[in-house]
């Protein structure tokens, strides 16, 4: 395979990345738009592919789409393909807000398919990006190799993959086929036969843990379906107009300003509106069909609280959780055919990233405002991560809400740093 040269690479065809690419068609001259490619390891584009369930919805509202915040009236809005597919009227009789996740799939695929410029390949998948050589004392140039055996050199690089899956470390001796995170739920059940499955326990507290043990309960009827938390019991997300607001792009200024200490805080009481918390038709889903179980005295589903995992292995054909009641202090054993994990996705770097600070030299990876990664003098290639910066954007870093006017600023921010009077009169021409 022959070497490929571009301007721009990004990493991963999910939301984040197909932002920024209607933001370069939509913002830049053409010849950055023409020399912008999106790779994605995948055949498709699909919205949280794991848990792509028919019955699942957006928690976001429609307009918080790829553009519309930014551009409302682009020909890449939501709006435009429920116009494009002939579902317009359909949706607006359905009278809601939040589209079903497998709408919002259909949507993204619909706009990688429909860019005319930024070209998008799949079935690539990225396993290294390397500095590219140090030349007049100046790395200009990012190397970034695919599973294909391919080689794409870039000047601008924009990593959108997401993060990596949370995995107990109590479970790391389990084989993996008796293990099942989130994002490959829809995948691997297929394989699995329902008649084969008779005890299924799901780990977590939140609104994907609570999607597998429905979503499980349906698949295997003749299972008994466990969920098994640290918390206290199940709570709807905080959904206060008041505390959407942390949620509009114009917070992340306030939010980037503020002392780290204090952004802490706003995470820590932030961390009910989108982590610790379930959508309140889901809650009262779950709660019906455990109603209705003990009135026809049945326990197929049920929900063990404030219990830890402090181990995990094999005892011949079972699953073996090894738990502590916390309340109690009561060493326990629970016993199952497998194992599915709703426990989301750890809150550090993705490895990719931290691989590439550390070949940069910079230890960790930080970004700035404008969510360009911080690099040595010498570079003057640029790295963008997306999704990934809480810690210094705020909690909807790693939602759709910010997707159009982030990816206007990592546009802005690419042009500025073109460092000639043309791509500062394009940079006004553009905004």
């Known amino acids: 395979m022959q070497p490929q040269e571009v301007e721009l690479l990004a990493i991963g065809a999910g939301p984040a990345n197909l932002a920024l690419g209607i933001a370069v068609e939509e913002l830049a001259p053409k010849e950055l738009a023409a020399g912008t490619l999106i790779i994605e390891q995948h055949d498709d584009t699909v919205w949280q592919r794991g848990m792509l369930l028919p019955w699942t919805q957006s928690q976001v509202s429609f307009l918080k789409d790829l553009v519309t915040l930014r551009n409302p009236r682009s020909e890449y809005s939501f709006v435009n393909y429920l116009h494009a597919t002939g579902r317009l009227d359909e949706f607006i009789n359905l009278g809601s807000f939040t589209p079903y996740r497998s709408e919002i799939s259909g949507y993204l695929q619909w706009v990688a398919s429909s860019l005319s410029e930024v070209r998008v390949e799949y079935g690539r998948r990225c396993v290294s990006i390397e500095p590219g050589p140090l030349e007049n004392g100046v790395v200009s140039r990012w190397l970034v190799r695919t599973d294909d055996g391919g080689l794409i050199s870039c000047r601008n690089l924009s990593v959108g993959a997401g993060r990596d899956p949370r995995i107990p470390g109590e479970l790391a001796g389990l084989p993996d086929e008796r293990v099942i995170h989130s994002t490959q739920y829809s995948d691997r059940v297929g394989r699995l036969d329902p008649a084969g499955i008779e005890r299924a326990v799901v780990i977590g507290g939140a609104q994907s843990a609570a999607e597998l043990l429905w979503a499980t309960y349906q698949r295997f009827p003749q299972a008994r379906c466990t969920m098994l938390m640290r918390s206290i019991g199940l709570n709807a997300y905080q959904t206060s107009k008041f505390t959407n607001e942390l949620f509009y792009s114009s917070f992340i200024d306030e939010f980037h300003a503020a002392p780290a200490e204090t952004r802490r805080q706003m995470l820590r009481e932030m961390h009910v509106t989108n982590y610790a918390g379930l959508a309140p038709n889901m809650l009262e889903t779950l709660y019906r069909e455990m109603y209705q179980e003990r009135l026809q005295g049945t326990d197929r589903l049920r929900m063990i609280t404030m219990t830890d995992i402090v181990g995990a292995r094999m ?109 500062e009169a394009l940079l006004a021409n553009a905004l």
């Open 315 to 423: 005892d011949g054909d079972e699953v073996v959780l090894d738990t502590v009641d916390r309340k109690t202090g009561r060493a326990d054993e629970l016993r199952c055919d497998i194992v599915l994990l709703g426990t989301g996705f750890v809150s550090e770097m993705p490895e990719l990233v931290k691989k590439l600070a550390a070949a940069t030299g910079t230890g960790e990876a930080t970004v700035d405002r404008n969510y360009r990664m911080r690099l040595p003098r010498s570079y003057t290639a640029n790295c963008y991560l997306q999704g990934v910066n809480e810690a210094t954007h705020g909690i909807a870093d790693s939602l759709l809400s910010v997707l159009a006017v982030r990816a206007q600023d990592i546009v802005s921010d690419l042009l500025a740093r073109q460092g000639t009077a043309s791509g």
